[in-house]
């Protein structure tokens, strides 16, 4: 990760309500406590407030399952986070909040990124290396990039570490899950770096928890203007990979400036494709970016009423030398490919929800 420490000023929104106190700690009146009536299946209330209604996409329907039953902590804004709590005689949400404020360099905060993955090669996993990132999706499946997959002489991908900040925390309390199967995206063709995405699946379930949790899938390119991309790789171009997990704050670069950036090459032989990849990088000030070691990882944004959870805009997939103002990095756009994802993490609400597809359109052609 290239000078993950960014310069930029943070706009913070006004704070919830305060409804009352417990254990001397904020309790924020943005919570289901505050009515009696029970919540419907058809609806989730987020963590600012808003009413979501669940609709027919899978990947967004899981996303809400996971607000409504997992221990998210959630930001207000800048590093404001908001953490939910279970109150089990009323059968409610209330959230609490309180402030942290990084100094300096952009390193992550263990609670930040609660589905970061980190990938190591080897038989080994005292001596496995941990080269690639990725970001964990359900209870047995880590997204993260096609042509992390495999390393060459390391071989295939073998672990992934979960619910960790510094690669140097003792491995004893790493989260170590061994990948038990490998599915690529059937068009990916090494060495090109079109539909350069797979999906790792973990021979155990994935214990949950407040510092390991599923981020969400962005279903569409709705507001993709910015992002965060968080990894592992190096500080810069030549330079040592980050111990720490490293956060930059990036910037959408536009279709013509991508297509310039990249031009048909060996590895592009059609060029920058605008609908299934992005670019985002810096424009001005201090020049930040991925880096070799951050591929694999997620490019995210979580803002408006999505605080609690991070939406996966991107995988970081190729870039040239990293940490130049002007360029960008590319990344797999994760949207285009959301019926596949869908389709090998959770086949069995994919059949059912083809079959109700296939027998609206009956229905449709029988009135016609």
Same mark, same amino acid.
């Given at each position: 990760? +290239?000078?993950?420490?960014?310069?930029?000023?943070?706009?913070?929104?006004?704070?919830?309500?305060?409804?009352?106190?417990?254990?001397?700690?904020?309790?924020?009146?943005?919570?289901?406590?505050?009515?009696?009536?029970?919540?419907?299946?058809?609806?989730?209330?987020?963590?600012?407030?808003?009413?979501?209604?669940?609709?027919?996409?899978? +990947?967004?329907?899981?996303?809400?399952?996971?607000?409504?039953?997992?221990?998210?902590?959630?930001?207000?804004?800048?590093?404001?986070?908001?953490?939910?709590?279970?109150?089990?005689?009323?059968?409610?949400?209330?959230?609490?909040?309180?402030?942290?404020?990084?100094?300096?360099?952009?390193?992550?905060?263990?609670?930040?990124?609660?589905?970061?993955?980190?990938?190591?090669?080897?038989?080994?996993?005292?001596? +496995?290396?941990?080269?690639?990132?990725?970001?964990? %999706?359900?209870?047995?499946?880590?997204?993260?990039?096609?042509?992390?997959?495999?390393?060459?002489?390391?071989?295939?991908?073998?672990?992934? +570490?979960?619910?960790?900040?510094?690669?140097?925390?003792?491995?004893?309390?790493?989260?170590?899950?061994?990948?038990?199967?490998?599915?690529?995206?059937?068009?990916?063709?090494?060495?090109?770096?079109?539909?350069?995405?797979?999906?790792?699946?973990?021979?155990?379930?994935?214990?949950?928890?407040?510092?390991?949790?599923?981020?969400?899938?962005?279903?569409?390119?709705?507001?993709?203007?910015?992002?965060?991309?968080?990894?592992?790789?190096?500080?810069?171009?030549?330079?040592?990979?980050?111990?720490?997990?490293?956060?930059?704050?990036?910037?959408?670069?536009?279709?013509?400036?991508?297509?310039?950036?990249?031009?048909?090459?060996?590895?592009?032989?059609?060029?920058?494709?605008?609908?299934?990849?992005?670019?985002?990088?810096?424009?001005?000030?201090?020049?930040?970016?991925?880096?070799?070691?951050?591929?694999?990882?997620?490019?995210?944004?979580?803002?408006?009423?999505?605080?609690? @959870?991070?939406?996966?805009?991107?995988?970081?997939?190729?870039?040239?030398?990293?940490? %130049?103002?002007?360029?960008?990095?590319?990344?797999?756009?994760?949207?285009?490919?959301?019926?596949?994802?869908?389709?090998?993490?959770?086949?069995?609400?994919?059949?059912?929800?083809?079959?109700?597809?296939?027998?609206?359109?009956?229905?449709? @052609?029988?009135?016609?």
């Amino acid at each position: 990760m +290239a000078n993950a420490g960014y310069d930029i000023s943070t706009d913070f929104p006004p704070f919830p309500d305060i409804c009352s106190y417990k254990n001397n700690e904020l309790i924020v009146c943005c919570t289901d406590c505050l009515s009696n009536t029970s919540r419907t299946k058809d609806t989730v209330v987020t963590p600012l407030g808003h009413v979501r209604g669940k609709g027919d996409s899978i +990947a967004m329907n899981k996303c809400y399952e996971y607000f409504e039953t997992l221990p998210y902590r959630c930001r207000g804004g800048g590093n404001v986070m908001i953490e939910k709590d279970w109150e089990e005689d009323r059968q409610c949400y209330s959230y609490f909040y309180s402030v942290s404020f990084a100094v300096g360099g952009r390193v992550a905060e263990r609670w930040e990124f609660p589905h970061m993955a980190l990938i190591g090669y080897g038989d080994d996993v005292e001596t +496995a290396e941990w080269l690639c990132g990725g970001s964990v %999706i359900s209870e047995r499946f880590i997204l993260t990039a096609g042509h992390c997959t495999s390393t060459g002489p390391l071989g295939n991908i073998s672990f992934a +570490a979960l619910g960790l900040l510094k690669r140097t925390d003792p491995k004893k309390y790493w989260k170590v899950y061994k990948i038990k199967r490998i599915v690529i995206h059937p068009e990916y063709k090494p060495p090109s770096k079109y539909h350069d995405i797979a999906l790792l699946e973990t021979e155990n379930e994935i214990a949950f928890g407040r510092d390991l949790l599923p981020a969400c899938l962005n279903i569409d390119d709705e507001d993709t203007s910015t992002g965060e991309a968080a990894g592992w790789g190096r500080l810069g171009y030549r330079q040592a990979l980050a111990d720490t997990l490293q956060v930059v704050f990036l910037s959408a670069f536009d279709e013509a400036e991508c297509s310039s950036l990249y031009p048909p090459h060996r590895l592009l032989e059609r060029g920058y494709d605008h609908q299934k990849q992005m670019c985002f990088g810096t424009h001005q000030g201090k020049p930040i970016d991925t880096c070799e070691g951050d591929s694999g990882g997620p490019l995210q944004y979580n803002k408006d009423m999505y605080r609690c @959870l991070f939406h996966i805009i991107g995988v970081t997939s190729y870039g040239r030398d990293c940490g %130049i103002l002007g360029s960008a990095g590319m990344y797999t756009r994760v949207s285009h490919y959301v019926p596949w994802i869908e389709s090998v993490v959770w086949p069995e609400e994919t059949e059912a929800k083809r079959n109700k597809d296939n027998l609206w359109l009956d229905k449709w @052609l029988n009135l016609n």
